[in-house]
């Protein structure tokens, strides 16, 4: 490894990155921006650490998935990794109850271009299933979910979206 492929990991808020202005070409946010409390703010720092043209890559709880992905709270009581059917669906109860947010992609994407960064690329990212026995048997049919126009109901959103030159 050069010094030039080398990487620097730290730990840093995401609503004031510690880096010069314009100073990568990627940025990765996996399973991250459902924790963010003020994520416009963390996108606006992800738009100025960015290069023009450079690209930020993320995925986050979809939805329109019909299972809590998360955990929530019920009376103070934390229920994790309890999959609340449904919770997602219901907006209101979700906000209040859910340990992290879930994105749809147009209210994604819509968030991404206030903060000056355009979206390329949006896909849908089904849950495995492969830890149990009934995971292994409904694989096939979740694979083929994922190649059909039912893939927006996938447990995960993947985004690209790319600064604007």
């Known amino acids: 490894m050069t010094p030039a492929e080398k990487i620097n990991v730290r730990e840093l808020s995401a609503t004031e990155l510690d880096y010069p202005d314009h100073s990568f070409d990627l940025v990765t946010a996996i399973e991250v921006v459902e924790h963010i409390d003020d994520l416009d703010a963390a ?6 650490v960015l290069v023009p043209g450079g ?3 993320l995925t986050t ?5 019909p299972f809590e992905t998360h ?7 934390r229920y994790r990794p309890a999959r609340g059917p449904f919770l997602p ?11 992290a947010r879930c994105f749809t992609a147009h ?3 819509a968030q991404l271009r206030r903060a000056g960064l355009e979206p390329v690329a949006v896909d849908y990212i089904m849950p495995p299933f492969d830890r149990s026995n009934f995971g292994r048997r ?18 995960a959103l993947a985004v690209v979206a790319r600064r604007p030159a």
Do not use: C, Y
Not at 89 to 99: C, E, G, K, Q, S
Not at 147 to 153: M, Q
């Open 61 to 65: 709880p979809n939805r329109w998935f």
């Open 138 to 155: 409904i694989r096939p049919m979740t694979d083929a979910i994922e190649r059909s126009p039912l893939k927006f109901f996938g447990m």
């Open 89 to 99: 669906w219901i907006v209101p109860l979700h906000r209040r109850l859910a340990d």
């Open 107 to 109: 209210g994604l994407s």
């Open 43 to 48: 996108l606006r720092q992800v738009h100025r």
């Open 55 to 57: 690209r930020f890559a």
């Open 71 to 77: 955990g929530f709270l019920v009376r103070g009581k």
